[in-house]
């Protein structure tokens, strides 16, 4: 599958390359279209510049897919920083997620044209995709007159944009399925900020984590902050087994190193009050090696291996989110002087006492966090930023067309608790139908059952998965286990909701009852169980 | 439209009327998960290996065996009752993914005497029994924010909670140890913030409180334990931990002779339990114990008696001790709430029949249980006693004085309660 997939991307690299070489140069043109079959590909760019790709297979049947893909850093990362470095900035169209073959040969077999837009700008952008969408949409439609349906979907940040679609425009569309979707931009990086804010305060204050300078300055500063931010996490990793504390500690955390806190409880703890999930790629918190371990690795130890994989894995998307975002907004966007972390982790304390060591230790640390502490300042943001950033686009969470949700359990950068949130806002929505339709009984006396517009399939984990080698350590270079990392699904899965789109749109109703429940298991991994149920992000925690 | 519906009201009719045939055919037959016409399934998740699973692991034998022979006598209302059991090993995140499997792929009707508070509490937040519907019946935890019924809607509790625990631990020091130097050993979590809140409403002053973190309990620590104790130079040591905390602080202290006067906790306070790892009989000797249920030495009495012979013949060789007399009177308290659902059997028809009846269940306790349609706190109280030469637990003076309470600021009272006679060869009627 990969080879597959690193095909499809050349080819779509391969389409850029012939934008720049043939496209007309004035945005908005007419679409350049190769004229092949059985497959044809066009080519252009919207009014606000975006460059978009369409492929229409010869048996179009008048649904196209319009796919938007999730956050790419808006500013090229220097090589030389972890993970990250060496990233360039890119606009390239992706009409379907990461280029899957397997997604376009199923649309194409069933008639279905794909589209999607590289978007103007890259970063935090529903409010000018949504606008470049609706306009890509009316592109299409005039080129290929015979369009009927138009389903979207989209990830992680595509999430957003899809719903966001899905809600300004239902008239445009008849199906919508945001995939690991991100939450709206303040619960988002008020995530993030809680995760940087903990690593600083305790790890290492020199750490900006966020409030950044304007323009060039800042993203320099974001540099600085990403180096940081991976060594801290390599010294903790590196520690993890003795409690160790980084040599860069705060003040505040040499204090708590001295009485005894061991580091790996402090990091479990700042990714606890962040909403960071404790399942990770290779840590199920469940398992452990033969031996004396056993029992003492999922109970003290896994746990915070899982904060560190996954808190890793969202540290670079944090810094960059919250650069981009504060320079949209014009300045700082994070605030805590009012987040009371001991309600946080109310819920989590007792489920992960002995990986935080204890209520005692427990406490100490939240007293280490409390604003009562000078020596853990909390930060306070700029209020015409923050309003700036609400005045982001915002979805509410109606649903207004045949909508299929689908997100890891274990999604460290799109927590579950976003979807769980749809799910629930929309179960009142429903019920808000259903009693409408028992009041227009009253006069009408004929009932309609209000028809659910909503499917949830969750990517789960195995019941068990961390791996050891021999001498009793975790194996950390097995693939990801399923439901774990940021969009991780498989090419069946994403047929899956391919499938289910044409469907929504051929019929007008989401699919359900034993066909579902078959096409589900088949995909593999996944659950619709209507009784599986997420915390909301943490944000939700102290503002509801 | 209108005649689309009339036509759809025929229709329904016609499938009311076939299904009031069927059900005039099968009186039986319910429609709810894990229910058919010859058998009712409930899953069990608790540790059955590790270092937290002493003791505890004889549990679901115990039930089984009450199980095995109720279904032997024709069941409840005709329906044979299955127990799957899973080893959650005293890991909250793994009991998470057994409870999953328990509802998901096994589809059970009801959770039955998870035990832990962590992991119940784990389970609660992350399986969601409540938002689901499933019965979680009979928890093993004395955690008091178990009885919170708007947070735990379908959970019961039936051991005495924590608070009330420490809080008759309380009046029994004032009475006999006044002006004594007390010290406290509790695990660090909320099964131990339960046994502070107890003894803070019972007045207890200590001269040493020393926490454990839950999983860290073993000989190295509990050395260290009684080096702060002896400094603290306290005459009582409470302890109020897991059996596994229990073991070791006793066993340390018989090796460095350290020989305070011992209060055990009832979660840890298990003799069998505590000298299958080797500590001395003779260490537990006029140590003070608490217990909701009789002694189980004492085959006088009748369900003792009744439960001690079928768990013989059931787990031949196996010695009958706390864990195994809670585990049948569990089993034989859900066959009760079962057969008092009735033969439609479904989840909500039986934690109705606990609400309306659970109270008056009869059950081996020799202290009132609250169920009631406002409450689902089970057993309330305990008696005092002392652990004999040969280590058992017996009623101080021969007799059984039982005193009852609540989990918050109620007074503790000598119990009046008269326990229900067995009902005829322990089945439910």
């Given at each position: ?17 012939t934008v720049l070489?043939?496209?007309p ?7 350049l279209?190769?004229g ?15 460059p ?22 808006n500013v ?6 972890p ?23 199923y649309f ?5 044209a794909?589209?999607g ?25 005039k080129?290929?007159?015979?369009t ?20 300004k425009h ?19 990086l ?45 010294k ?15 003040a ?7 009485a005894?806190?061991?580091?790996r ?30 029992l ?24 960059m989110a919250?650069?981009?975002?504060e ?45 009562a ?9 700029n ?8 005045a ?33 806002l ?6 808000e ?22 499917l949830m ?12 080698n021999a ?11 399923p ?6 699904f ?15 749109s ?28 997420f ?10 | ?36 016409s ?28 009450y ?26 995140t ?15 009707m ?10 119940v ?5 992350s399986v ?11 928890v ?13 809607k ?5 051991l ?10 309380g ?7 006044a ?13 131990g913030?339960?046994?502070l809140?107890?003894f ?13 973190a ?32 229990t ?7 018989a ?6 006067q011992?209060?055990?906790g ?18 537990l ?30 787990v031949p060789?196996?010695?009958?001790d ?28 039986l934690?109705?029949a ?7 269940f ?7 249980a609250?169920y ?7 057993l ?13 637990l017996?009623?101080i003076?021969?007799?059984?004085v ?11 009272v000598k119990s ?14």
């Amino acid at each position: 599958m990969k080879k597959v997939r690193i095909l499809s991307l050349l080819s779509v690299a391969a389409l850029a390359t012939t934008v720049l070489v043939t496209a007309p140069t004035v945005a908005a043109a007419a679409p350049l279209c190769d004229g092949k079959s059985p497959i044809q590909t066009c080519v252009g760019a919207t009014s606000d510049g975006a460059p978009y790709a369409m492929q229409v297979p010869a048996n179009f049947n008048g649904t196209v897919a319009l796919y938007s893909h999730g956050y790419r850093f808006n500013v090229d990362i220097p090589a030389g920083i972890p993970l990250v470095g060496g990233y360039k900035v890119t606009n390239t169209p992706e009409p379907v997620p990461g280029g899957d073959a397997e997604v376009a040969k199923y649309f194409f077999s069933q008639g279905v044209a794909i589209l999607g837009s590289g978007f103007a700008r890259q970063g935090w952008n529903p409010d000018s995709a949504i606008k470049t969408n609706v306009e890509l949409i009316d592109t299409f439609k005039k080129q290929f007159p015979k369009t009927t349906k138009v389903v979207a979907w989209g990830s992680s940040l595509g999430g957003v944009i899809t719903q966001g679609l899905a809600e300004k425009h239902p008239e445009l569309i008849s199906a919508a399925a945001p995939l690991c979707m991100a939450d709206n931009v303040q619960p988002q990086l008020q995530g993030a900020g809680d995760f940087l804010w903990g690593v600083k305060v305790l790890f290492d204050p020199t750490i900006k984590a966020g409030n950044y300078s304007a323009g060039a300055a800042g993203v320099a500063e974001s540099y600085a902050d990403l180096i940081k931010v991976f060594t801290v996490m390599g010294k903790l990793q590196a520690a993890l087994a003795t409690g160790a504390w980084p040599d860069t500690s705060s003040a505040t955390g040499k204090a708590l190193a001295a009485a005894g806190v061991p580091s790996r409880s402090a990091l479990l703890l700042i990714g606890l009050m962040a909403g960071i999930p404790t399942q990770s790629a290779h840590f199920d918190s469940i398992s452990g090696p033969d031996g004396a371990l056993k029992l003492t690795f999922p109970l003290a130890l896994s746990p915070a291996l899982a904060i560190l994989e996954n808190g890793t894995e969202a540290a670079a998307l944090a810094v960059m989110a919250t650069q981009d975002v504060e320079n949209q907004a014009g300045g700082a966007i994070f605030d805590n002087t009012q987040t009371d972390y001991s309600a946080r982790i109310e819920g989590e304390r007792v489920i992960y006492n002995a990986a935080l060591s204890g209520n005692t230790v427990i406490d100490a640390l939240l007293g280490a966090l409390s604003p009562a502490n000078p020596g853990a300042p909390r930060a306070v943001a700029n209020p015409a930023a923050v309003a700036k950033m609400k005045a982001l686009h915002t979805n509410t969470g109606k649903i207004n067309v045949p909508t299929i949700l689908m997100v890891g359990v274990a999604d460290p950068i799109t927590p579950a608790g976003a979807s769980q949130r749809l799910v629930d806002l929309y179960a009142e929505q429903y019920a808000e139908e259903k009693a409408a339709a028992r009041k227009a009984y009253q006069t009408t006396r004929d009932y309609k059952n209000p028809v659910n517009n909503l499917l949830m399939i969750w990517n789960t984990t195995p019941e068990s998965y961390t791996k050891f080698n021999a001498a009793g350590s975790p194996i950390t270079t097995a693939p990801a286990a399923p439901g774990t990392r940021h969009c991780n699904f498989t090419s069946a899965q994403l047929v899956l909701i391919a499938k289910s789109l044409v469907q929504a749109s051929n019929t007008g109703k989401l699919p359900s009852g034993g066909a579902l429940y078959t096409a589900v298991r088949k995909a593999g991994n996944l659950s619709i169980d209507k009784g599986i149920n997420f915390p909301w992000m943490k944000f939700y925690t102290d503002n509801q | 439209m209108k005649a689309l519906n009339r036509r759809k009201l025929i229709t329904a009719s016609a499938v009311l009327a076939m299904l009031g045939l069927v059900a005039t055919a099968i009186p039986a037959q319910a429609r709810e998960v894990g229910v058919t016409s010859t058998q009712i399934k409930l899953g069990m998740t608790l540790p059955m290996t590790g270092t937290a699973s002493l003791g505890y692991n004889k549990i679901p034998g115990a039930a089984k065996a009450y199980f095995d022979y109720l279904n032997a006598n024709g069941g409840v209302n005709g329906r044979k009752v299955t127990l799957i059991v899973e080893d959650d090993r005293y890991v909250p995140t793994e009991a998470v993914a057994k409870t999953n499997k328990l509802i998901l792929r096994d589809k059970v009707m009801a959770l039955l005497a998870p035990l832990g508070t962590a992991n119940v509490k784990a389970v609660a937040s992350s399986v969601n029994p409540a938002r689901r519907g499933v019965p979680v019946l009979f928890v093993n935890t004395g955690f008091s924010g178990f009885a919170d019924i708007k947070k735990y809607k379908t959970t019961y509790t039936v051991l005495p909670s924590y608070v009330m625990e420490a809080k008759i631990m309380g009046e029994y020091i004032k009475e006999n140890f006044a002006g004594k130097k007390i010290g406290l050993l509790y695990q660090d979590d909320d099964f131990g913030t339960d046994a502070l809140a107890g003894f803070k409403s019972a007045g207890t002053n200590f001269a040493i409180k020393v926490p454990y973190a839950s999983g860290s309990q073993n000989a190295a620590a509990a050395a260290g334990w009684i080096t702060k104790f002896k400094a603290a130079e306290v005459d009582v040591v409470i302890l109020f931990g897991v059996s596994s905390a229990t073991s070791a602080m006793l066993g340390v202290a018989a090796q460095l002779k350290y020989a305070p006067q011992w209060m055990l906790g009832s979660v840890g306070g298990d003799a069998t339990t505590i000298k299958l790892t080797g500590v001395p009989a003779g260490v537990l000797y006029n140590a003070i114990g608490f217990s909701p249920v009789p002694a189980t030495t004492d085959m006088k009495d009748e369900y003792v008696k009744f439960f001690s012979d079928i768990y013989a013949k059931a787990v031949p060789g196996s010695p009958f001790d706390l864990n195994v007399l809670l585990g049948m009177n569990t089993a034989f308290m859900t066959a009760q709430a079962l057969k008092a659902a009735g033969p439609r059997l479904t989840r909500k028809s039986l934690m109705a029949a606990i609400d309306s009846k659970g109270a008056t269940f009869a059950n081996s306790a020799l202290v009132p249980a609250g169920y009631s349609k406002t409450s689902h706190v089970g057993l309330t109280g305990y008696w005092v006693g002392k652990y004999s030469p040969t280590g058992d637990l017996s009623p101080i003076g021969g007799t059984y004085v039982t005193y009852t309470t609540d989990s918050g600021s109620g007074p503790v009272v000598k119990s009046t309660y008269k326990r229900p006679a067995m009902p005829a060869k322990g089945l439910p009627n």
